[in-house]
């Protein structure tokens, strides 16, 4: 397998949607290949990190929830008949 092959495979094989025969010769390739490790490296760092992002609650649903609860407790602030 050659590094364009390789580089052609290697998301397919993150995903474990890759043939098993390219599989093996895929890793034959980056136990050899003095180019394409660190590049396999990068591209898995880069596709947990998209899971993790994923996976993880973002900052966005947090701040929406604070807010709805911002605008609940301020209309609980004024309630009716209060004057007395
Ligand atoms: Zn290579």
């Not at 993790?52 to 301020?74: C, E, F, I, N, S």
Request: some cysteine.
């Amino acid at each position: 397998m050659g590094c364009q092959a390789a580089r052609a495979a290697v998301s397919d094989y993150i995903d474990g949607d890759l043939d098993p025969a390219l599989a093996r010769l895929l890793e034959e390739h980056l136990r050899t290949c003095g180019t394409c490790p660190p590049l396999y490296a990068a591209l898995v760092s880069v596709r947990r990190r998209l899971r993790a992002t994923v996976m993880a609650p973002g900052k966005d649903a947090g701040a929406r929830m604070a807010a709805r609860v911002r605008t609940q407790l301020a209309g609980e602030a004024n309630p009716e008949g209060a004057a007395g």
